[in-house]
Nanobody
Framework: QVQLVESGGGLVQPGGSLNISCVAS????????MSWYRQGPGKERDFVAS????????NYAQSVKGRFTISRDNAKNTVYLQMNNLTPEDTSLYLC??????????WGQGTQVTVSS
């Protein structure tokens, strides 16, 4: 049974930083592409960043390039999202997504990030 458990969300002031993480179980993490998405209230789920299995190739949404960094620790089955220079527009539920090499995909429950003064 695959589980993705996010943590690290919270309330942060504009200009602040936050590092969220997602621990995966029940899959072969080292061969799984891991991504972060976000979804605001009443909004579509948007792609944020992805890390391919070896971790050397990453992709980012234009809106977060230069501010967010995705990384992974295959030994800990964990993917991280370091978020810097946060703005109120970054307020969302951040969801972890896994896509295995067999093309199965899974979602976590999300961690809420709120950027407000």
């Amino acid at each position: 049974q695959v589980q993705l458990v996010e943590s690290g969300g919270g309330l942060v002031q504009p200009g602040g930083s936050l590092n969220i993480s997602c621990v995966a179980s029940g899959l072969t993490f080292s061969t799984t592409a891991m991504s972060w998405y976000r979804q605001g209230p009443g909004k579509e789920r948007d792609f944020v960043a992805s890390s391919f299995s070896a971790g050397t190739k990453t992709n980012y949404a234009q809106s977060v390039k230069g501010r967010f960094t995705i990384s992974r620790d295959n030994a800990k089955n964990t993917v991280y999202l370091q978020m810097n220079n946060l703005t109120p527009e970054d307020t969302s539920l951040y969801l972890c997504h896994a896509q295995t090499y067999q093309d199965y995909d899974y979602w976590g429950q999300g961690t809420q990030v709120t950027v407000s003064s």
